[in-house]
């Protein structure tokens, strides 16, 4: 299992970011998929979490109406859409599938996201 997460990058408080996550090493389509988010000294901690068919989206109250998860089962990639940016935002993000699963125990690289004016 491969998961490789871009898209980070310093923005100013109320820009906008798009993460972008290709998976590769397992049948992504049949996957439910989440964006996931560490600041140092904390534990991950999951943002927004998508279906395997995009069905249903859920997003913790704090970035809910800015964020916006979505999936390309063709391309093999997870999105987040991430507008209105807050101080608060600043974390390294990751994806992952259900952390139950044992092809997801191992984290990626994730991209860091930098809010700041």
């Known amino acids: 299992v491969q998961l490789v997460e871009s898209g980070g990058a310093l923005a100013q408080p109320g820009g906008s970011l798009r993460l972008s996550c290709v998976a590769s090493?397992?049948?992504?389509?049949?996957?439910?998929m989440r964006w996931c988010r560490q600041v140092p000294g904390k534990e991950h901690e999951l943002v927004a979490s998508i279906t395997s068919t995009s069905s249903r989206a859920n997003y913790i109250a704090s970035v809910k109406g800015r964020f916006t998860i979505s999936r390309d089962n063709d391309k093999n990639t997870l999105y987040l859409q991430m507008d209105d940016l807050k101080v608060e935002d600043t974390a390294i993000y990751y994806c992952?599938?259900?952390?139950?699963?044992?092809?997801?125990?191992?984290w990626g690289q994730g991209t860091q996201v930098t809010v700041s004016a």
């Open positions: 090493g397992f049948t992504f389509s049949t996957h439910d």
């Open positions: 992952s599938g259900p952390r139950y699963l044992p092809i997801f125990a191992t």
